[in-house]
């Protein structure tokens, strides 16, 4: 029951992040302002590093890697977004 919520969770905060990044990127194509595309990357990178990458590390039980790899490519996300406000 603990690991059918648990993956339901996952899909629902994918979904989330793949709509939001799909939001992001079409705002950038209709506007082509520059720091649309960098406020897409770095939604794109915050769900790549939290969602996949981090729970795929979770599932093969990679410990203190898994852990830096999924927050180095977090912390990259929000560098990104940072760049993104600066820069509109």
Do not use: C, N, W
Request: proline share 2%; net charge negative; glycine share 8%.
């Amino acid at each position: 029951m603990v690991e059918e919520l648990h993956y339901a969770i996952l899909i629902v905060h994918l979904i989330a992040g793949l709509v939001l990044v799909y939001l992001a990127i079409k705002a950038f194509k209709k506007t082509k302002y520059p720091p649309m595309a960098l406020l897409a990357i770095g939604f794109s990178l915050i769900v790549i590093g939290d969602t996949i990458i981090g729970d795929y590390m979770e599932f093969l039980e990679q410990g203190i890697f898994g852990e830096v790899l999924t927050e180095t490519i977090e912390i990259l996300g929000f560098v990104v977004l940072i760049l993104a406000v600066k820069r509109s």
